[in-house]
């Protein structure tokens, strides 16, 4: 079965500091794709980043950045230089492929607190 | 990229009663989501919704107490049916677009229910 697992369940940093938030997933598929998002006070779920089960490669946005390694089963999440609109809860998602369409499997989320 | 829209953004309602959400893309999707958030948690997938056929449901969850809608391509709703305080939450609609997966969701309902 699959499985997301987001350890932290709350962070607080001060700006400008650096945080990374990690992400844990468990899967049998060998096609199966991850995501970030971020969700904001107002609820509103905003997509950070894809990424699928072939592709390794470290990807940098910004001050965003994201560490997937298959021999982990992890794909993390460095916020570089924290900003205060940075606090949000942040969820790790995976996709599988079913009969009927993908499904998103949520983690549980991490609450990051960036504090001026 | 696709602009979901839902609507009411929030509500308060009595115990008993039924709320009807609404969906809308701006473009054909085959597949339409529904997810619940209760406070605090995760997104849990309700139902899977495809235009022409019946929603398939997530273990936990039942038509009678959440039927879905899928009259078009663009557009479905979400009975939330006999609400109790436990059924508030924010209800999500999602929908992927083609072969971009990206995952699109609306702005979200945020129901009480009193």
């Known amino acids: 079965a699959q499985k997301v697992t987001q350890a932290q369940t709350e962070i607080s940093v001060v700006e400008k500091e650096d945080v990374t938030l990690d992400c844990v997933y468990e899967?049998?598929?060998?096609?199966?794709?991850l995501f970030w998002y971020k969700q904001p006070p107002s609820g509103e779920l905003v997509f950070l980043i894809r990424?699928?089960?072939?592709?390794?490669q470290n990807e940098i946005s910004g001050r965003y950045s994201w560490n997937f390694q298959k021999s982990t089963s992890s794909f993390n999440f460095t916020i570089t230089a924290s900003q205060v609109v940075d606090s949000a809860v942040y969820f790790c998602?995976?996709?599988?492929?079913?009969?009927?369409?993908?499904?998103?499997?949520f983690g549980p989320g991490t609450r990051l607190s960036v504090l001026p | 990229s696709a602009v979901i829209s839902q609507k009411p953004s929030r509500d308060i309602c009595q115990r008993g009663t039924s709320l009807t959400i609404q969906c809308q893309v701006d473009s054909q999707v085959t597949m339409m989501f529904w997810y619940r958030q209760q406070p605090g948690q995760s997104l849990t997938l309700i139902a899977t919704a495809n235009q022409g056929s019946e929603a398939t449901y997530e273990s936990g969850f039942v038509i009678d107490k959440f039927p879905i809608s899928r009259p078009n391509l663009t557009f479905s709703t979400l009975t939330v049916s006999n609400m109790s305080p436990e059924d508030s939450s924010i209800y999500l609609c999602?929908?992927?677009?083609?072969?971009?997966?990206?995952?699109?969701f609306g702005s979200g309902t945020r129901l009480t229910v009193v």
């Open positions: 999602s929908a992927l677009l083609g072969q971009s997966l990206r995952g699109t």
């Open positions: 990424r699928n089960s072939f592709d390794e």
């Open positions: 998602a995976l996709s599988e492929a079913r009969e009927y369409g993908q499904n998103f499997v």
């Open positions: 899967t049998r598929d060998t096609t199966y794709y």
